[in-house]
């Protein structure tokens, strides 16, 4: 069993008011005691759904082996074109395929 996943993430239009501004505004000449702090726990924003998935993948994953782990860094590439998705979407449905070439495959 493959030790990684692989996934693809995409981001559309910011729908939430994130920085306490009117929409359509860009906040220039505002008062600064009249903003919304963005510091501390926040929703709605890539690193809520980032925290939500691990959390339940360890939930999940402790049940069949109560030292499951995070591994402590990640490899992250922004997409920026159909052809780079392309690629990249054709190396993650071959991975299981090539995971027994992989150098960290337990053989």
Do not use: C
């Amino acid at each position: 069993m493959p030790n990684h996943f692989h996934g693809i993430i995409g981001i559309g239009e910011n729908r939430y008011n994130t920085l306490g501004t009117d929409h359509g505004t860009n906040g220039r000449g505002r008062d600064a005691r009249h903003r919304v702090s963005t510091f501390g726990p926040q929703s709605k924003n890539l690193g809520s759904f980032i925290r939500g998935f691990k959390s339940g993948v360890t939930v999940g994953a402790r049940l069949i082996n109560p030292d499951f782990g995070w591994q402590d860094r990640f490899h992250d590439h922004i997409i920026r074109d159909k052809k780079s998705f392309h690629r990249i979407s054709e190396y993650i449905k071959n991975n299981i395929r090539n995971w027994s070439d992989d150098g960290f495959h337990d053989k």
